[in-house]
């Protein structure tokens, strides 16, 4: 499109000067201006950008395991096309044992028009990155700053497939097709909500950041989304060690339930007192040690547990409905246990 403008202005400039030479004079240097101003913004305006057909820059190294140092990445970019779309913002985020240790933030002049779809999203225009750095400066700086620490990453194929572009685009690292480009590993926060935080309508940052509150700002700006990340990634670290404690909470009712069968009620007790101790979430132990009380009529202790039950219940910052209904029932079973002691 940009061919075709610029053949009719020349055709018209021409017309201009056999009829009019100093109208037609005026008009080529008003062309040439700008081309000139339009190479400074955009330097490929004239000729398209070598596409990018690397096997490599959707290839990344997943981690699965959680760690204590991690840097939260997130990119802006002009659109979702990492072979062809450019990136415009860049940030990164340490944590250490989740305390934000210090951050890497930059825009990118991406030498080439911001779709008007993509505005919308993001709110970056070339005006304003008319003078920011270009990219073979911005994310090789970025590669600096993470060194080989994990990244962790919302939909992290999408960052890293634009960051490992930008890499083999400006030869800034010297890759062999079907190498990883970025050997860093990468924990994927998007997989990793799905598989944790069930339930969820969307999973989408901006929407997990709505119900978990993890933005300081508004979404879509790289620097925000970075931090609202990590936020997210401690919070599916205390998710996966809650679930890892149930587990054993789990097997422990199990095992008590099989002592009770066996009639070695005291044992059982024992094991049960084990998860209530440790503060489970589970309503079994609450309930079998209440009922096992009972029936030994030894009400003190009964009454113990479901106080101990309420205050845990109570405490539990994701209530679903079931653990609405234990909290009630531990509420009236207290006041039908009283009756005995008083």
């Not at 070339?126 to 920011?132: A, I, M, R, V, Y």
């Not at 994990?150 to 890293?160: E, G, I, K, T």
């Not at 809650?242 to 007790?269: M, P, T």
């Not at 209440?290 to 106080?307: G, P, Q, S, T």
Request: aromatic share 10%; net charge neutral; with cysteine.
């Amino acid at each position: 499109m940009q061919i075709l403008i610029l053949i009719i202005v020349v055709l018209l400039i021409i017309t201009f000067l056999v009829n009019n030479p100093i109208i037609g004079a005026l008009l080529l240097g008003g062309l040439i201006y700008w081309i000139f101003k339009s190479l400074q913004k955009y330097p490929r305006l004239f000729k398209p950008f070598k596409t990018v057909t690397h096997s490599s820059i959707k290839k990344i190294r997943k981690k699965t395991a959680f760690a204590d140092t991690i840097i939260a990445i997130d990119c802006e970019t002009t659109g979702l096309d990492p072979t062809n779309d450019r990136i415009i913002s860049i940030a990164a985020v340490k944590y250490v044992n989740g305390i934000e240790s210090d951050n890497y933030f930059s825009y990118i002049n991406p030498q080439m028009p911001i779709p008007q779809e993509s505005k919308k999203i993001h709110g970056i225009s070339n005006k304003q990155l008319f003078n920011e750095q270009t990219a073979d400066i911005v994310i090789l700086e970025f590669l600096n700053y993470i060194e080989d620490d994990v990244l962790v990453a919302h939909n992290a194929s999408f960052d890293l497939s634009f960051i490992n572009a930008e890499i083999i685009r400006n030869k800034l690292l010297d890759i062999d097709e079907g190498d990883y480009i970025i050997y860093n590993q990468v924990f994927d926060t998007l997989s990793s909500s799905r598989e944790l935080l069930t339930g969820n309508k969307s999973y989408k940052l901006q929407d997990l950041g709505d119900k978990y509150d993890l933005f300081d700002g508004r979404a879509h700006d790289a620097l925000n989304d970075a931090k609202a990340c990590g936020r997210l990634y401690y919070i599916l670290k205390e998710k996966k060690s809650a679930n890892k404690v149930a587990k054993k909470h789990i097997a422990r009712n199990e095992a008590g339930s099989s002592l009770e069968k066996d009639g070695l009620i005291d044992e059982a007790i024992r094991t049960y007192e084990i998860n209530i101790t440790e503060e489970s979430v589970e309503a079994y132990a609450y309930n079998r040690l209440a009922i096992l009380y009972r029936k030994k009529k030894m009400y003190h202790d009964e009454l113990r547990v479901l106080n101990k039950a309420i205050e845990v219940f109570s405490r539990v910052s994701d209530k679903s409905s079931k653990h609405e209904k234990d909290l009630s029932k531990f509420i009236e079973r207290v006041e039908s246990c009283q009756k005995y002691i008083s």
